[in-house]
Nanobody
């Protein structure tokens, strides 16, 4: 059974940084594309960043490009989201997502439980 467990959320001031982690189990991690989504109160869940299984190609939402970095560790079965220069509009619950295959589009069927990120002004 696939399990994704996020951690690293919290409260930070605007301009600060956080690193989110998503530890995966129950899957052949290196064969999965991985992504981060977020959902702010009253808004739909939106794509933040992704990293493919092959070659590690990454993609970012325009709103976070240049500030966030996604990377994966296939030894630790963990995907990270380094968030820098945080803004109040980054406040949301952040979710990890996984999808089997190469060069996949997201979201996949596997979700974590989410971790809250709150950025104060």
């Amino acid at each position: 059974q696939v399990q994704l467990v996020e951690s690293g959320g919290g409260l930070v001031q605007a301009g600060g940084s956080l690193r989110l982690s998503c530890a995966a189990s129950g899957l052949s991690f290196s064969n999965y594309g991985l992504a981060w989504f977020r959902q702010a109160p009253g808004k739909e869940r939106e794509f933040v960043a992704s990293v493919q299984s092959r070659g590690g190609r990454t993609r970012y939402a325009d709103s976070v490009k240049g500030r966030f970095i996604i990377n994966r560790d296939n030894v630790k079965n963990t995907v990270y989201l380094q968030m820098n220069s945080l803004k109040p509009e980054d406040t949301a619950v952040y979710y990890c997502n996984a999808k089997y295959g190469d060069y996949v589009s997201f979201p996949g069927n596997h979700w974590g439980q989410g971790t809250q990120v709150t950025v104060s002004s």
